[in-house]
């Protein structure tokens, strides 16, 4: 009595991702005992083909982006990696060499950032691939970082750097010169979720958010649920030495850098007396941040300005899924 | 400063489904404090169009054919529900009205079933929709039913009625004649999670799964992890009004209705002195079951057999995702 094909490929692929919980992947449901006194932190993402990433990306890197982009919602909120549940919807005839491929990537990663695979589902599509990842965190109670809280006068506080992703976007589809060391291309394909961070900011950022749709317009969201405006300072975004030789010989990616998205960085509001809080959670976790900016009283709203404080915004403020 | 139109499609279509914890689906995670000394129970399904629905079903039944498969492997496995989080990949272009129905299919069954929305994701696809929900229940320690744990001598039993899902399918597809009470493709669209018998059956069942991929390649599942076969009655299997007409009118249906699938019913072992306990649970839950077989010493098999004994087995037991 053989197993029919779609549970030999769980079994080749999937079961050996499966951690405490998930039952050899053979049963109806995961089992998980969450530790007492912690609070779950639950994201989910979906990617599609053609869309989210390029079909011809490396298929090691795109389970791992979808993972690492759940892993920065989790970042964002101060929490920590457990598990996660993964649906696949693949094209009839995928390769047995791309699966293989996917899931040696999500083993990495899983090792790298210690959390496991609990369950999910293998189906067929007649279209593009189609992959869904819901993650499972923890954090204590009453701790979790939300994008609600800024207050007017503010300091607004990005980590890393900005526009990597969508300039790697743009090599992959050719539309700007190869980076020589391959580092935009790197970013756009492996995005890397500020965990660390995320937590030693817990009690010390007022507000937090990822930065996935583009700084400016993930901006306007921790604007609009505190009620207020921002300005951000354009001369101040941090630029990786790639983005800054793409920006120095076309001025006009800027709108591209700040509106772009896939940066899945640190977005986040500290009271203006918590600068040094702010730089020793920088410190202690190993990831760099950059004061840009500043909330402001008045309707939500975000103005980039230039050196010379000239509003230089552009007219869309990033992209929507939709 | 308007929201863009990812967003304005969820605050206007799945933030009334948010519950407790959900922080309106404007945050990157969402929060849960499990109540303590319970095990939380995770499962992710997906459907594509095309494939697991029709794409001219009533929109306000998809969603909730999702979460009711979901809500199944939550029966399947003794727990409550708790809640959900859902991503949708639609095709560019879906009607408001599509996912206003498809909204309101879910509201109506988050009420009947008593869990909420959690989070999620809404993005575009070039290709069918393609949806993915992870559902979390909860259990007490060491009570949920799993697959493994049959023994050879077990009695085997079915809740409800088998085979109407699978003949709901054929009359969509206009390979049946239609039900003339709709009975069978209601049952195709709206599966019946059996939460209420899962969860008396804790303790009283020594393995338990549901019915999706087909009786007999589902009970194959049972008789692998226990190391065991089963023997199944043709003539046991419970039909309701609507298949035994079918049936009556072609017995070559009774593949489709043994190893079509589609049944979200509950399959599980009993020991043979637990009969009582298994009649007294399925009374106490309102949900009939029916004693359709035993398990038997041997390697993992399972064998259909018609009145006079003789093996009527299938040559495929069922069906597989990939």
């Known amino acids: 009595m053989s197993l029919p094909a779609e549970f030999a490929l769980i079994a080749r692929h999937f079961a050996p991702l499966a951690g405490e919980g998930a039952l050899g992947l053979t049963d109806d449901a995961a089992l998980l005992d969450p530790p007492p006194g912690r609070t779950l932190v639950l994201a989910a993402d979906a990617m599609v083909a053609g869309v989210h990433f390029l079909p011809e990306d490396p298929p090691d890197t795109i389970g791992r982006k979808l993972l690492r982009t759940?892993?920065?919602?989790?970042a964002a909120m101060g929490a920590e990696p457990v598990g996660y549940l993964l649906t696949v919807?693949?094209?009839?005839?995928?390769?047995?060499?791309?699966?293989?491929?996917?899931?040696?990537?999500?083993a990495a990663d899983q090792a790298a950032f210690g959390l496991r695979l609990l369950g999910g589902d293998t189906v067929s599509t007649p279209g593009p691939a189609c992959l869904s990842l819901t993650i499972l965190g923890l954090v204590p109670p009453g701790q979790a970082l939300l994008r609600r809280g800024a207050r007017a006068?503010?300091?607004?506080?990005?980590?890393?750097?900005?526009?990597?992703?969508?300039?790697?976007?743009?090599?992959?589809?050719?539309?700007?010169?190869?980076?020589?060391?391959?580092?935009?291309?790197?970013?756009?394909?492996?995005?890397?979720?500020?965990?660390?961070?995320?937590?030693?900011?817990?009690?010390?950022?007022r507000a937090?958010?990822?930065?996935?749709?583009?700084?400016?317009?993930?901006?306007?969201?921790?604007?609009?649920?505190?009620?207020?405006?921002a300005e951000i300072a354009?001369?101040?975004?941090?630029?990786?030495?790639?983005?800054?030789?793409?920006?120095?010989?076309?001025?006009?990616?800027?709108?591209?850098?700040?509106?772009g998205g896939?940066?899945?960085?640190?977005?986040?509001?500290?009271?203006?007396?918590?600068?040094?809080?702010?730089?020793?959670?920088?410190?202690?976790?190993?990831?760099p941040v950059t004061r840009i900016g500043r909330f402001t009283e008045g309707p939500p709203s975000v103005t980039l300005r230039d050196e010379a404080g000239r509003d230089i915004t552009p007219p869309t403020l990033g992209w929507s899924h939709v």
């Not at 190869?178 to 995320?198: F, K």
């Not at 354009?234 to 509106?259: E, F, K, N, V």
């Open 153 to 205: 006068g503010d300091t607004l506080w990005v980590s890393g750097t900005i526009g990597d992703g969508a300039l790697g976007l743009r090599v992959g589809q050719g539309r700007l010169p190869a980076d020589p060391d391959g580092h935009l291309q790197r970013r756009y394909r492996l995005p890397e979720p500020r965990l660390a961070l995320g937590q030693a900011l817990r009690g010390v950022a």
């Open 262 to 287: 896939d940066d899945y960085e640190l977005l986040f509001a500290a009271a203006p007396e918590a600068e040094a809080a702010v730089r020793a959670a920088a410190a202690a976790s190993g990831i």
């Open 208 to 229: 937090a958010m990822d930065v996935s749709d583009g700084l400016l317009q993930d901006c306007g969201h921790l604007c609009r649920l505190a009620g207020c405006g």
């Open 234 to 259: 354009a001369g101040a975004i941090p630029l990786s030495p790639a983005a800054r030789a793409a920006l120095d010989a076309d001025p006009a990616l800027l709108g591209t850098i700040a509106g």
């Open 70 to 74: 759940n892993l920065s919602d989790l």
């Open 89 to 106: 919807a693949l094209p009839r005839g995928t390769p047995e060499a791309w699966l293989a491929a996917f899931s040696a990537g999500l």
